[in-house]
């Protein structure tokens, strides 16, 4: 199912399936100005082309290889639309790895993409990266109109749920850097529009810097990363038992860990003069 909200000069595309709302999951492509900014999952393919054949963007920006995000780059290219994408995204799709169960029955598994395509250059839009969230992520921001589309930037300001492959500390520099745009927009793809956006990553970013020190400070302490989850996040939910450990909160944990600073070694004993 796709839902179009439009906010002004955005149009939200908002899109889920009864699977994936069966767990509380859905996800929006945006368009403005003729460009569309992602794509959606495998699993609304055939609504998503139609829509596409309706609305004629000029040209797509995928912010990163998420099947959610870039799932219909096939139907996409296909109508000829132009596409903006970074060459890890593009590896990423081609290769279009086995998915895990959660994510194939949630979105769907993409199938490898072969398609030529034409480049989109969107002159008007700054595509920035932002790879705290993966490394080919990124988002765009729309200066004339004071618009960011924050992709998987934000995701609300408490959300202790990670991908395995997130780095916390370069999400709360890219967090900082997009509050730094004063966006007076911003469009979340899960949850939408975003009220007060600067404020919003301000926030996100201040508290997630505060987790990152708790989380250091009982790592030095030894405590394990089991212990740091349960008593610093409140234990983990359903989506990291379900992922087996690939979208959960040990990877905030595990993830703050893995980019500490090794203690500093304390002075070697004063020789006797
Ligand atoms: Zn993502």
């Known amino acids: 199912m796709i839902r179009l909200e439009r906010y002004g000069d955005v149009t939200r595309l908002r899109m889920s399936t ?3 709302r069966s767990i509380g999951y859905e996800v929006s492509a945006y368009f403005a100005h003729g460009t569309l900014v992602d794509c959606g999952f495998p699993d609304v393919g055939a609504e998503l082309e139609s829509l596409v054949r309706e609305l004629r963007p000029i040209g797509a920006i995928i912010t990163h ?3 959610d995000h870039a799932g219909n780059v096939i139907p996409l290219a296909r109508l000829g639309v132009p596409l903006a994408l970074s060459n890890a995204a593009l590896a990423s799709l081609r290769a279009a790895p086995r998915i895990r169960l959660y994510r194939r029955y949630t979105w769907g598994q993409p199938r490898p993409f072969a398609e030529p395509f034409a480049p989109y250059e969107a002159a008007h839009l700054r595509i920035l990266p932002a790879p705290g969230h993966c490394p080919d992520h990124r988002v765009v921001w729309d200066a004339e109109h004071g618009t960011l589309f924050s992709a998987d930037l934000w995701l609300g300001i408490h959300a202790k749920v990670m991908h395995h492959e997130e780095d916390p500390r370069q999400l709360v520099r890219d967090l900082r850097a997009a509050a730094a745009l004063a966006p007076e927009r911003m469009f979340d793809a899960h949850r939408g529009p975003v009220h007060d956006p600067a404020r919003a990553l301000a926030a996100k970013a201040d508290w997630l810097d505060e987790m990152i020190g708790v989380i250091e400070r ?3 302490e ?3 990363d089991r212990t740091i989850v349960r008593a610093v996040l ?14 959960a909160r040990a990877n905030l ?3 703050v860990r893995a980019g500490m600073e090794p203690a500093a070694p304390s002075p070697p004993p004063s020789l006797p003069a």
């Open 253 to 255: 944990v595990r993830n």
């Open 218 to 220: 009982r790592a030095r």
């Open 18 to 20: 009864w699977r994936s």
């Open 65 to 67: 290889a998420h099947e």
């Open 234 to 247: 409140g234990g983990e939910e359903w989506a990291g038992f379900v992922s087996r450990g690939e979208y």
């Open 222 to 224: 030894g405590w394990t």
